[in-house]
């Protein structure tokens, strides 16, 4: 397994990591309460990154 991006704290009690192996990306998040990870196919990735700027673009737009 490729580590891409460590175990990395993004806040207080939440950190994210991301892995690569056997042609999929898994993506790890843990807080304080709760972990849970997630295996995409290549294709599924780059529409979860798509999806989730979408999100990050329409959050930024509200804060106007």
């Known amino acids: ?3 891409i991006l460590d175990e990395k704290k993004i806040g207080e009690k939440l950190s994210v ?3 690569a192996d056997n042609g999929e990306v898994g993506l790890f998040i843990a ?3 709760v972990s849970a990870s997630c295996a995409f196919l290549p294709e599924e990735w780059d529409k979860f990154v ?3 700027k979408k999100a990050d673009k329409k959050i930024k737009e509200r804060e106007l």
């Open 31 to 33: 807080s304080e309460d």
């Open 50 to 52: 798509e999806a989730v």
């Open 1 to 3: 397994m490729e580590t």
């Open 17 to 19: 990591g991301v892995q």
